[in-house]
Each structure stands twice: as C-alpha cells, then as structure tokens.
C-alpha cells in the first residue's frame, strides 16, 4: 500500500522564522507529488512536482522533490501568522491521490 | 465563479439513521472523490469516480455509498453500518482522474453523530 509520511506532526515558530516541512513517501507507479494549505476548510493548491531537483517556488514558499531518496521538502520563509495552518503532502499514482497526515504549523506574533 | 459547494456545513444525526452529504460542482471536471478527515490521519479516501454512472471504492469504503448519476453530482451516504461516522467530509474533483491534475477541494461538511 502507498505510504505518505510527514514531519513533524506539529511546530510552532515565531513571525520572520523559516520553517522546513518533510514529506517521505513510498509508492508504486509515481506520477507527482502535491502540497496542499489547510486553514480551516478546505485544502488549497500549493505546488506538484513531478522532476527531481527542481525548485517550485511561489513568494515565501519554496518546495522541491528528490525522487532518488523519495522525499520532498517544503520552505517557507519569513513566516507571517496567516501561514498557520495544516500542510498536506500527497502522492499520485495512476488514478488516486495518497495523502500523509498533515504538518500543523502555528506562527505566533 | 466555478468550485465545488458541499452541503451542509454541520450536519448532525442520531446513530442507526443514514445520511447523504451533497457535493456539485460546476468546473466540468471528469473526476470526483470523497475524503474522510479525522485528527492526526489526514485525509482518506473513501470512494471515486472518474466519470458519470461510474465509481470505485477507495481505502475506506466500508460504510459508505455513492452515486454518479450526473457530471455535477456525487453524493455521499453515510449508513448505519459505518461504525464511526463522526468526522470532517471533504468533496473534490479533477479534471482527470489521478496524473498531472490537482484537486480542487469543497468546503467539507462537518459530520456528528450521538
């Protein structure tokens, strides 16, 4: 069976620190691996990677995939209290997505 | 504006009765899934459908029901017979099923049951 694991569960930093998210995954037939925001309802779309090595970056989130040691990270810098939320890390194989069970990030002023 | 409208948000029920949660969506999107979400385990998929009059069962599908009679709908019917209903529903589609093709994500419904 797919396997989706995140690191931490949780953590709690300050505004203007960096906090780095991990994703480990093991799977059959991989297409892409996706990082989704959770506030309160529902998930938002972050990025998909689907080569190795290469940076996805949108402002003060980054995120890369390494498909040789399965995993990927997720950056993101200079955090403000409105990145606190859930981050989801999810896998695709031929015809689902495989979700691990999130990372809860609190910023606090 | 196009998305995905689950309803209700907050739906609450005595056990032993079945209860059917609603999803539409209107970005004309082939694929559609349901997730479960308890504390701690993310999101688990209950049932798909990659297109109308078709659906499949995902991880968890015990318990649950479906039906894909149109593009726009997928209800969820929660029965009797799932031992721990109580949890966060999430509805999404795609506009493929699986591959290079993000969800899109509904508001959830927020499921009780005393």
């Known amino acids: 069976e797919d396997k989706v694991v995140q690191s931490p569960l949780s953590l709690v930093v300050h505004e203007g620190d960096t906090v780095t998210l991990n994703c480990s995954y093991e799977?059959?037939?991989?297409?892409?691996l996706l990082w989704y925001k959770q506030e309160k309802k529902a998930p938002t779309f972050l990025f998909m990677l689907t080569s190795s090595g290469i940076e996805k970056k949108s402002g003060r989130l980054s995120s890369i995939l390494d498909k040789k040691e399965l995993f990927s990270i997720l950056n993101i810098t200079a955090t403000q209290t409105g990145d606190s939320a859930i981050y989801l890390c999810a896998e695709t194989n031929d015809y689902k997505l495989s979700f691990g069970a999130g990372t809860t990030v609190t910023v606090r002023a | 504006d196009g998305g995905i409208t689950q309803s209700p948000k907050y739906l609450f029920r005595k056990e032993g009765q079945n209860v059917t949660l609603s999803c539409e969506q209107n970005?004309?999107?082939?694929?559609m899934y349901w997730y479960r979400q308890d504390p701690g385990q993310g999101l688990r998929l209950i049932y798909y459908?990659?297109?109308?009059?078709?659906?499949q069962k995902g991880d968890i599908a015990e318990g649950y029901s479906v039906s894909r009679e149109k593009k726009e709908s997928f209800p969820l019917t929660v029965t009797s017979a799932q031992k721990n209903p109580t949890a966060f529903y999430l509805c999404a589609s795609s506009q493929r099923l699986g591959q290079h093709s993000p969800l899109h994500f509904g508001n959830g419904t927020r499921l009780t049951v005393t």
């Open positions: 799977v059959t037939n991989f297409r892409s």
């Open positions: 970005l004309n999107h082939d694929a």
């Open positions: 459908s990659q297109i109308v009059n078709d659906f």
